[in-house]
């Protein structure tokens, strides 16, 4: 959640930079934003329609395909003390 925050972040710095310089944003109209949302939905409804076919339950399907290609995979957080310990380990591994 952090990752998409700081995203948020560094884009309203931009926008606020290209306000500053009266410049216009080369990202698309949400019309646009709109319509590929459109597609990537789109895309799953087929797997989805297939799912009652091959007796699979739809929340598999769901968990399984749909929702980690719309939504992407969330980044998981991780302790201090994981984070420091694998990357002890990467270092040993490197030498």
């Known amino acids: 959640m952090k990752l998409y925050l700081m995203s948020l972040g560094a884009g ?3 926008g606020i930079v290209y306000s500053l310089l009266n410049v216009r944003s080369p990202a698309p109209p949400v019309i646009a934003l709109v319509g590929l ?9 087929v797997p989805f329609a297939k ?3 091959s007796k ?8 399984n395909q ?7 995979h969330m980044p998981k957080g991780e302790k201090r003390t994981d984070v420091a310990q694998a990357r002890q380990v990467q ?4 030498i």
């Open 12 to 14: 309203l710095l931009v």
């Open 37 to 45: 949302l459109g597609i990537l939905v789109g895309e799953q409804v």
């Open 51 to 53: 799912t009652p076919l």
């Open 56 to 63: 699979e339950p739809m929340a598999i399907s769901w968990i």
């Open 66 to 72: 749909i929702r980690p290609h719309v939504f992407g």
């Open 91 to 94: 270092a040993k591994s490197d």
